[in-house]
């Protein structure tokens, strides 16, 4: 597949989501792709679980006294299809730009951490499930499969996506790297002001950057925005409040060669923009392209299944078809 490399403008949304509110949080995710496109932005990013909101409950609460904030982010997940994508749909439409916003997804009974992608059409292209949820995540979203690791091939390069902390997994980088990514979604929550935190501001944009520099492409680093807001709706007690500041975003785009090109303030909700050049990646490939001349087949190989994996395979299922009390009868004879 020919490599292109077109100049583009991209964008980075700091976001403040609408807490365990579907509704409220794709009217306010519809808002900012529009005011995106509006901009000029061809490429539109968004931050994790943005839709509608990331879980905080599960690093404060035991898994039972999260329970009920469970149903509610059951109740408020995102199904596909159904009005809330349609309207992310349209906005992409609207916006004429590639989108890519991370949502809660519900299918069947399960939840899944999703990066949805739409094209300038609105047409829903493709998805990422996080691989593997991240500690007390797990008793929230299910895991994801390497069949739904997309890396899509557009008029503006290679894009694809991550979200938090699948960007530490070597195999997963090694990856995107081997289907040429050109411009990665980095999808994060917030960071912590505690360098000693593992959640620190300043080791999530470690972590992005090394991404951008190891794959040589343009990341697109989005964050959210902690806020009271977010807080009166789960937060029982000050001490829990006191787990978490307001502010703390750290949404940047980084070069393929390390380098922060732009950026927003840690406390305001907004968007990130610059005008991009895939061709500065050449030079990095020149230096170190880790899915070609630099890296060892001789000694060290990965293979990745990407084919769907599921537990239950249903084949030639037909559809039940309901009978009546004497139609049920007459079968039992």
């Not at 977010?230 to 000050?238: F, G, H, L, M, R």
């Amino acid at each position: 597949m020919e490599m292109v490399y077109p100049k583009t403008k991209v964008a980075a949304v700091q976001f403040e989501p609408k807490m365990l509110d579907l509704e409220g949080s794709v009217a306010h995710t519809a808002d900012m792709i529009r005011e995106a496109g509006k901009e000029g932005a061809h490429i539109i990013a968004f931050p994790e679980a943005a839709i509608p909101g990331y879980p905080w409950w599960i690093w404060m609460k035991n898994p039972g006294a999260g329970m009920k904030y469970y149903v509610k982010l059951f109740e408020n997940s995102a199904e596909i299809p159904s009005p809330a994508v349609a309207a992310l749909s349209e906005a992409a439409h609207d916006a004429g730009a590639y989108v890519c916003i991370s949502v809660t997804e519900r299918e069947l009974n399960s939840l899944y951490l999703t990066q949805l992608w739409f094209d300038p059409t609105g047409a829903l292209v493709g998805k990422h499930r996080k691989l593997k949820a991240t500690n007390a995540e797990m008793t929230v979203w299910g895991d994801g499969d390497t069949s739904l690791m997309p890396v899509l091939d557009t008029e503006y390069g290679k894009l694809g996506g991550f979200q938090c902390w699948e960007h530490y997994i070597p195999l997963n980088v090694a990856t995107m790297s081997a289907m040429g990514e050109q411009i990665h979604v980095s999808s994060w929550s917030i960071g912590m002001p505690d360098s000693t935190h593992p959640f620190a501001d300043a080791q999530c944009v470690t972590t992005a950057t090394y991404y951008a520099l190891t794959n040589g492409c343009y990341t697109l680093v989005a964050s959210q925005l902690w806020t009271e807001a977010q807080a009166d709706v789960i937060c029982e007690s000050e001490e829990e409040r006191k787990m978490m500041e307001p502010g703390h975003g750290f949404t940047r785009i980084i070069a393929p060669n390390g380098c922060t090109i732009s950026e927003l303030p840690s406390d305001e909700e907004g968007i990130c923009y610059a005008d991009i050049d895939l061709s500065t990646s050449i030079p990095v490939k020149y230096l170190i392209d880790t899915s070609g001349h630099y890296n060892t087949p001789g000694t060290m190989q990965l293979y990745v299944d990407m084919s769907e994996h599921r537990s239950v395979h249903l084949e030639h299922m037909h559809e039940q078809k309901a009978l009546s009390y004497e139609e049920f009868q007459s079968a039992c004879d």
